[in-house]
């Protein structure tokens, strides 16, 4: 008998370490899952999927049933989907925060910036982290597609004032609208907006009006200037005088080739503008 009571002893103290470890092992789970709550949803926040389990786990603190509060434990360490969840927010505000950095750079907007710099403080926040991302998501997401538009629409704009500038140099050469050209191909090759050394949003529309201003004045001059074919053809002589008022050359109308070596431009001839065109 003293045999026995000595085994049933050593069973019962084995048991009630197990109890107490397993009763520890709980108390760190919930411990746990309170933080990963916090971390997730916010020390005010009382309802989430873990919080449901932390509070049912609270009973098991004092159960004597071993099996019962290790089955506990595990169902107190499980929070996964809410890892997960909050896994996949913080790489979406990432991809977002990395796309809106440079273009707010470009744009030098400077609410758009503020936007960044909260998101990336929500990104890392410690309390609430789930419902900080969700509440910055949507207004990070809003600005950046409407300033990545209206950056897309300065780009493709400047593209078209291009096609359309050189298309007007086959009617008419001249140097400034051809340097405008030039500087506007420069900022249109460097657009972009995955670098903030890219072309700015604001030098595109400088660009745009520059290019505008040029290719309205070459219209102009092609408007004032009196086709070479409307000129009355006699068998005489003329002068040509440069717009200034300075002679050129005398020549005679009927000739093969009367503007040779004549430089294209506005000229006077005959008391009309003409624009003189090299053959």
Not at 95 to 123: G, H, Q, W, Y
Request: net charge negative; aromatic share 6%; glycine share 2%.
């Amino acid at each position: 008998n003293e045999s026995l009571k000595a085994i049933v002893e050593s069973i019962n103290q084995e048991i009630g370490k197990k109890l107490e470890e397993a009763h520890n092992n709980l108390v760190q789970a919930r411990e746990q899952a309170l933080a990963k709550h916090n971390l997730y949803y916010g020390i005010k926040e009382t309802e989430s999927e873990i919080m449901e389990v932390y509070k049912e786990s609270e009973a098991y603190l004092e159960s004597d049933n071993l099996n019962d509060i290790l089955a506990m434990i595990d169902s107190v360490n499980s929070y996964t989907a809410a890892s997960v969840s909050c896994a996949q927010k913080e790489a979406e505000l990432d991809n977002l925060i990395r796309k809106s950095s440079p273009l707010a750079t470009l744009m030098e907007d400077a609410e758009f910036a503020e936007i960044i710099k909260v998101a990336s403080d929500c990104r890392y926040r410690l309390d609430g982290r789930i419902l900080a991302i969700d509440s910055i998501c949507p207004s990070l997401k809003e600005t950046y597609t409407d300033n990545s538009t209206r950056y897309d629409d300065a780009v493709y704009e400047l593209g078209d004032s291009i096609a359309e500038a050189r298309l007007l140099l086959t009617k008419m050469k001249d140097e400034i609208l051809q340097n405008a050209i030039t500087t506007a191909e420069q900022a249109f090759a460097a657009a972009g907006k995955t670098s903030a050394a890219s072309t700015k949003y604001s030098e595109l529309t400088i660009q745009i009006t520059a290019l505008a201003k040029e290719m309205e004045r070459v219209r102009k001059l092609i408007e004032i200037a009196t086709s070479i074919d409307a000129i009355n053809i006699e068998d005489k002589e003329v002068e040509i005088y440069t717009t200034q008022g300075f002679l050129v050359k005398r020549v005679k109308l009927s000739d093969n080739d009367p503007f040779r070596n004549i430089p294209d431009g506005v000229y006077i001839v005959d008391g009309k503008k003409v624009y003189i065109h090299a053959k």
